[in-house]
């Protein structure tokens, strides 16, 4: 499964979103069923899903999961998870798509200062923060 779905996220970027998201959509039934629906593995394909649902432009069905990706991180992962900061960054770039400019920067603020204050200057989570900072700083890309 892993193999289909890391396949369908390059088409994405490849301009064949449209076709990747049946894969997703497929994937994320798959793990909600077998692993659950809190399952880290499952929020991820969550959070896969909301970047082509923002691809094809389809903002407010990208919001709505995001939202709900981003409370059961919070639930299940806790505030400060790295994966739940990835997903509150997710979600900031739905706003910014939808124009809700100062409510992305808020989430952006929050996330860097959840970073700051938890993680400091830990090797562990660089690669996390620098994929935040990309999806922050470089909107052209996503």
């Known amino acids: 499964m892993a193999v289909t779905v890391s396949l369908a996220l390059s088409h994405v970027w490849q301009g064949k979103a449209e076709e990747s998201k049946g894969v997703i959509l497929a994937a994320l ?6 692993l659950g629906p809190y399952s880290p593995a499952t929020l991820s394909m969550m959070e896969n ?7 094809l432009r ?3 069905e990208a919001y709505q999961l995001g ?11 806790g505030q400060h998870h790295p994966l739940t900061l990835v997903a ?3 979600l900031g770039i739905t706003l910014r798509r939808q124009g809700l400019l100062e409510e992305a920067e808020e989430l952006y ?4 200062e959840i970073f700051r204050g ?3 200057y830990s090797s562990n989570c660089s690669g996390v923060m620098a994929a935040i900072s990309a999806r922050m700083f470089c909107p052209a890309s996503w």
């Open 118 to 120: 938890v993680f400091k």
């Open 67 to 77: 939202y709900e990706a981003l409370e059961a991180h919070k639930t299940h992962l």
């Open 58 to 60: 389809e903002l407010e």
């Open 49 to 55: 899903l909301v970047a082509v649902l923002n691809k």
């Open 88 to 90: 509150m960054s997710n």
């Open 29 to 34: 039934q798959f793990y909600r069923e077998k």
């Open 109 to 112: 603020i929050e996330v860097w």
